[in-house]
């Protein structure tokens, strides 16, 4: 295979590979505190359409990103009253927080779906380029890409290294624990929720602003779906979130190179799009079965609501 080549498919699979990231670090810091929102989807279609509204009419992407992230934080904060004021089912509101936030972006993106926003200059950062072999793929991306590494290494700061992660993990494993001690159970939640949300809002932004400058109907396309199976393949780890969102984002760009190289297949093109899906669905099976892994990492309390006068 032509170096080129190479090149391109490693620099394509970074750029796919930064809102999965970006997204399922959120879920991540959400999932360790216990809680269960599987509106990721919705969230990232709402932070899309804000973040590209108000990128064609302010001219900043940066601006835009920011009320994306805001976006996703107010559609979190929904599910934040539902599953914890509440007590609602986690899961049942988080699915239809997903379903309202497709919905909502669709039609909030009416207007600008005939609009082209203008791409956004990458970032060339000195000395990258000289990293053999994955040096050209790194050198001249998105800023949004190195945005989304520092992202990654202050959650696994915070995470394993600050007083707040771990009493962040401890909400996740043992809420009465923590609420016998003084910490505010329902209050970590939240923000650890807010936190989620503006991360599915900023990784949507990352889609419609910096990644395809347009919006559509659907421009999403199962990415936080994806997000969310990624945290589970990663057991609920930080540096296997990266390694997993690149894994994806390959999928994503093979089948995308496959497609446009000429190449004589004897499978439909329709077979070929839907190969991410495919491998979300097969990493899922084979993971499932390691039950020992997964009990092992999952927060005890994930999914399980929690009254504090109970």
Do not use: C
Not at 50 to 62: D, I, Y
Not at 120 to 130: G, N
Not at 137 to 160: E, H, K, P, T
């Amino acid at each position: 295979m032509d170096g080129n080549l190479i090149t391109a498919m490693l620099f394509a699979t970074v750029v796919a590979g930064t809102p999965l990231i970006i997204t399922a670090l959120g879920l991540l810091v959400n999932e360790k505190a216990g809680v269960l929102n599987l509106g990721s989807e919705g969230m990232m279609a709402i932070g899309a359409v804000v973040a590209f509204a108000v990128t064609h009419h302010s001219g900043s992407p940066w601006l835009g990103a920011g009320a994306g992230m805001l976006a996703g934080v107010a559609v979190s904060l929904l599910f934040g009253f539902l599953a914890l004021t509440l007590q609602a089912n986690q899961v049942a509101s988080g699915l239809a927080l997903a379903i309202f936030g497709v919905g909502l972006s669709a039609f909030i993106g009416k207007p600008y779906e005939s609009i082209a926003l203008k791409a956004v200059p990458p970032v060339r950062v000195p000395f990258i380029s000289d990293i053999p072999v994955i040096g050209e793929a790194l050198y001249n991306q998105q800023a949004m890409v190195y945005l989304s590494w520092a992202l990654f290494w202050g959650v696994l700061w915070f995470m394993y290294r600050s007083r707040a992660g771990l009493v962040l993990r401890s909400v996740g494993e043992s809420p009465a624990s923590a609420h016998s001690i003084g910490f505010s159970v329902i209050g970590i939640r939240y923000l650890a929720v807010m936190f989620g949300g503006a991360m599915a809002g900023l990784g949507g932004a990352f889609v419609s602003v910096f990644y395809t400058p347009m919006w559509v109907e659907g421009l999403v396309a199962g990415r936080g779906w994806i997000a969310l199976a990624l945290v589970v393949f990663a057991t609920w780890r930080p540096l296997r979130v990266m390694v997993g969102a690149y894994l994806f984002g390959g999928v994503m760009i093979l089948q995308l190179f496959v497609q446009g190289s000429g190449l004589q297949i004897d499978f439909p093109a329709q077979f070929l799009s839907s190969l991410p899906y495919w491998a979300t669905i097969i990493v899922l099976v084979v993971i499932s079965r390691k039950l020992s892994s997964i009990r092992l990492n999952s927060p005890a309390s994930l999914g399980k609501p929690y009254r504090p006068d109970a």
